[in-house]
């Protein structure tokens, strides 16, 4: 069965101490994987798109890099505006052809200052 | 630029009232347009997608439909509102199949009581 799997579920970092955020994934046919932000009460907003194994793509602090198996948001000396729930997702081929959007269930980042 | 407009922005709703919320697309022409549910500690549950006006297709058995009258107009909707139907909802575009990640709305949190 198609998976993805985000892990911890919750993290507390103090301000300047660098972590990462995993998500693994069992699909087949990946298209794509995408990495969201997610404030308390409003809509993900697009952060990155990877593609293929070995892809890595940045902005601002965030890094996010790729395996066959799951990708890394990596943050950089976070600071507390990077406090919000991160998501993972998969897009991938069904079994009569269309696409399927698979999301995790995120990551809730606190930054302490 | 593209822009995505959801509302409400909150709703409390009675069991066995009505339901509909709207979401509308500028900047872009047929678009793919998506209604998701977010529970807390669970991913987001796609409940409707559409790739033009009148197309619907729905994902998950329930009590709500979608129409899409116009094309950039998708609205969700019910007859009678269960209490299981309270959720955060999510409206969100993509061009093509989403290869390329999709933009959301703020959201609308419906509490039927």
């Known amino acids: 069965e198609d998976q993805v799997t985000q892990s911890p579920e919750a993290l507390r970092l103090q301000e300047g101490e660098s972590s990462s955020l995993n998500c693994s994934y069992t699909v087949s046919g990946l298209r794509g994987l995408f990495w969201y932000r997610q404030d308390p009460g409003k809509g993900p907003e697009f952060l990155f798109t990877?593609?293929?194994a070995g892809e890595e793509k940045e902005k601002e602090r965030l890094k996010a890099t790729l395996t066959k198996k799951e990708s890394f948001l990596h943050i950089t000396a976070p600071k507390p505006e990077d406090s919000a729930t991160y998501l993972c997702?998969?897009?991938?081929?069904?079994?009569?052809?269309?696409?399927?959007?698979?999301f995790g269930t995120g990551t809730r980042l606190k930054v302490l200052a | 630029s593209q822009t995505i407009h959801q509302w409400p922005a909150t709703l409390v709703q009675p069991v066995g009232s009505p339901l509909s919320l709207e979401c509308t697309v500028e900047?872009?022409?047929?678009?793919?347009l998506y209604w998701y549910r977010q529970a807390a500690g669970r991913g987001l549950q796609l409940l409707f997608y559409s790739v033009g006006i009148g197309q619907i297709s729905s994902e998950v058995p329930q009590n709500l439909s979608a129409s899409r009258p116009q094309d950039r107009q998708f609205i969700l909707s019910s007859k009678k509102l269960l209490l299981s139907d309270s959720g955060f909802y999510l409206c969100a575009w993509s061009t093509g199949m989403g290869q390329f990640g999709y933009t959301f709305g703020s959201g609308t949190r419906l509490t039927v009581v």
């Open positions: 900047g872009t022409s047929n678009p793919n």
């Open positions: 997702a998969v897009q991938a081929v069904g079994t009569s052809g269309t696409y399927k959007y698979i």
């Open positions: 990877l593609y293929s």
